[in-house]
C-alpha cells in the first residue's frame, strides 16, 4: 500500500554484493513503485512537449537516459570532494555539459531528429529529474549504485513516455513510427469511422492521455496522495 | 583539506570547468565534419523545397544521394558582391530639410568564386581591413533541362523574438511572385513564433504573392497580425502569439530582398 522510501542515506564499509538488494531496488523502483513521472510528477514539461511522434520520442529517451545515469555516476565519484556549499553549481555543471555532448551527437547523427526535438535536448538540463536524482541519491550512494538509480528513473521516466507517444501518434495521425498501421477503408473519408484525432496532436491531448496513464498506474500501484 | 574552504571551492570549480570544457570541445572537434556535412545537405533541402523541386510531405522518402544529385542537377548556385555605398538623402525634420548619409546597396555583381568555397572565401575576407572587405552573398538559380532560368532563391535571415531566424526566399523567374519560403534554423518557441516552420503558414507566401509593386520597388511581403486582407498580394497571415517574430519576419525579408534588387533586376524576365 504505502510508497517506498528511499533506501536509508547511510555507506557500510563491509563488503556488499556486486548487485545487491539495495541495487536492485535502486533500478527497480523508479519502473513503478516510485515512477519520476506517474508518483513524483517530475519531467511533466518534456513529457507533454516530445511526445507528439515516437521516432523523436525514443531518442529523446534514449539522451535522457545517458544524461541521468552518467550524471548520477559522476556526481557519486565525486560525492566526496564536492564542496557542500557549491554542490548544486558542479551538478548543474555536469549535466549541462553532458546535455551538450548529447546535443552535439544528435546534430551529428541524428541531423533530423535533433532538429525534431529542436530545444528540448537542451531543456533536459532542465528536467526535474536529473537534478532530482543527483541531489537525493548520488550525492550518499556509491558510483554503481548511483549508476543503475540514474538507469531506473531514466526507464520510469522513458516508459511511459513512449506510451503517451505511441497513442498520439496512433490516434492523430493513424501512424507508428510513421508507419500507417490505421487501414485506409476505417478512414471516415472511405466509409469508415476513423478521424485523425486533431487533440493528439497538441499539447492538451498529451495533458489528457498523461494524466490517463498516471491515473492507471496509480490505480493498478495502489499509490494514494493521502498516504 | 577543508574541502569547505574557500580556496578549495575555488579551485575544485576551476578544475571541474576546465574537464569539462575539454571534454566538450573534443567531441565537437570530433564530430565537426560530420555535423558541417549535415548543415549543408539541410540548407540544399530547404533550398531544393523553397524553388518547388521537392516537397518533403509527399517525398520524404528521397534518399540523401537522390536530393543532393537534384541539387546539383537543377539548382546553380552562385556567389555575387554586393557593393555598398553612402548616398546623401534629404529628409524633412521639424520643418527643416536635412541631409542625411545612408547606406546604400550600390550595385550587386557576380563573382568567379565557386559556392562551395564561400565559406573558405568569406573567412578570408574576414582577415582583411574592413575598408577592404568585399561582401560576399550566396545566389541560388533553378535551371530547367536546357539551362534555363526558371527560378531564383535567396538566403533569408534576421531577428525574431529571441533568435536570429534562417531561410531561404525563393521567387518564379519574374522575381516578383514569390515561389516559396522556408527556415532552417531558429530559437523560437515551439508552437509560437516557431510556427514559421508551419508547412500551411509557408504555403501561403507562395499563393500569389509579390515583392515589388506596380513600379517595379521592393515592398516585400508583409506578416500581418490579424490576417492578411483577401487577395492583398503583399501581406500573409500573422503568427498568432507572435507578434514580434512575425514583424521581424516582414522587416528582414524585405531587407534581404532589396540587397539583391540590383542584381534580381539584371536576371529576371
Not at chain 1, 5 to 31: I, W
Amino acid at each position: 500500500m504505502t510508497a517506498t522510501v528511499d533506501a536509508p542515506v547511510q555507506e557500510t564499509v563491509e563488503k556488499q554484493p556486486l548487485f545487491g538488494k539495495k541495487e536492485k531496488r535502486a533500478v527497480l523502483d523508479p519502473l513503478w513503485d516510485d515512477n519520476p513521472i506517474s508518483l513524483q510528477v517530475l519531467g511533466i514539461c518534456s513529457a507533454l512537449a516530445v511526445t507528439l511522434k515516437l521516432a523523436p520520442t525514443l531518442i529523446m529517451c534514449a539522451a535522457v537516459i545517458f544524461v541521468v545515469s552518467m550524471s548520477n555516476t559522476i556526481i557519486s565519484l565525486l560525492r566526496n570532494l564536492i564542496p557542500n556549499k557549491i554542490r548544486i553549481i558542479v551538478m548543474l555543471t555536469v549535466i549541462a555539459s553532458l546535455v551538450a555532448v548529447v546535443d552535439t551527437m544528435l546534430k551529428a547523427y541524428a541531423f533530423e531528429l535533433s532538429k525534431a526535438l529542436s530545444v528540448f535536448v537542451g531543456l533536459i538540463v532542465t528536467n526535474c529529474i536529473v537534478m532530482g536524482r543527483a541531489e537525493a541519491f548520488a550525492m550518499a550512494n556509491p558510483p554503481f549504485r548511483s549508476f543503475l538509480d540514474g538507469l531506473g528513473n531514466a526507464l520510469g521516466y522513458s516508459w511511459i513516455l513512449i506510451v503517451v507517444a505511441t497513442f498520439r501518434e496512433l490516434l492523430g495521425a493513424g501512424e507508428i513510427l510513421g508507419v500507417q498501421v490505421i487501414p485506409a477503408s476505417w478512414y471516415a473519408a472511405e466509409g469508415g469511422f476513423f478521424y485523425d484525432n486533431g487533440l493528439m496532436v497538441l499539447a492538451p491531448g498529451a495533458f489528457i492521455l498523461l494524466g490517463i496513464v498516471i491515473w492507471v498506474q496509480r490505480a493498478i500501484s495502489g499509490y494514494s496522495e493521502a498516504n | 583539506m577543508d574541502k569547505n574552504s574557500n580556496q578549495f571551492v575555488v579551485v575544485f570549480q576551476a578544475v571541474v570547468c576546465v574537464v569539462l570544457a575539454v571534454l566538450l570541445a573534443a567531441t565537437y572537434n570530433g564530430l565537426k565534419d560530420d555535423i558541417e556535412a549535415n548543415e549543408a545537405f539541410d540548407k540544399q533541402k530547404n533550398i531544393l523545397k523553397a524553388v518547388g523541386l521537392w516537397d518533403p510531405r509527399t517525398q520524404a522518402d528521397k534518399s540523401r544521394k537522390e536530393l543532393e544529385a537534384l541539387f546539383a542537377n537543377s539548382v546553380k548556385a552562385d556567389v555575387l558582391e554586393v557593393k555598398r555605398g553612402i548616398v546623401e538623402q534629404q529628409v524633412k525634420r521639424a520643418g527643416k530639410v536635412e541631409v542625411d548619409k545612408v547606406e546604400r546597396v550600390q550595385d550587386v555583381v557576380k563573382t568567379d568564386i565557386e559556392y562551395a568555397n564561400l565559406k573558405e572565401a568569406l573567412r578570408q575576407e574576414s582577415k582583411k581591413p574592413k575598408d577592404q572587405r568585399r561582401e560576399l552573398v550566396p545566389f541560388f538559380t533553378r535551371v530547367d533541362d536546357a539551362g534555363k532560368p526558371v527560378g531564383f532563391c535567396i538566403p533569408i535571415s534576421g531577428y525574431g523574438l529571441w533568435s536570429t531566424l534562417y531561410g531561404y526566399l525563393a521567387l518564379e523567374s519574374d522575381g516578383n511572385h514569390v515561389k516559396g519560403i522556408t527556415f532552417y534554423k531558429h530559437g523560437e518557441t515551439p508552437g509560437l513564433g516557431g510556427e514559421v516552420e508551419n508547412p500551411g503558414w509557408q504555403a501561403s507566401w507562395a499563393d500569389g504573392k509579390r515583392v515589388l509593386d506596380d513600379s517595379g520597388n521592393v515592398v516585400g511581403v508583409e506578416v500581418k497580425k490579424g490576417g492578411a486582407p483577401a487577395g492583398d498580394p503583399h501581406a500573409v497571415d500573422g503568427l498568432s502569439g507572435a507578434t514580434i517574430t512575425s514583424d521581424g519576419v516582414t522587416k528582414f525579408v524585405k531587407h534581404d530582398l532589396e540587397t539583391y534588387e540590383p542584381y534580381l533586376r539584371k536576371v529576371r524576365s
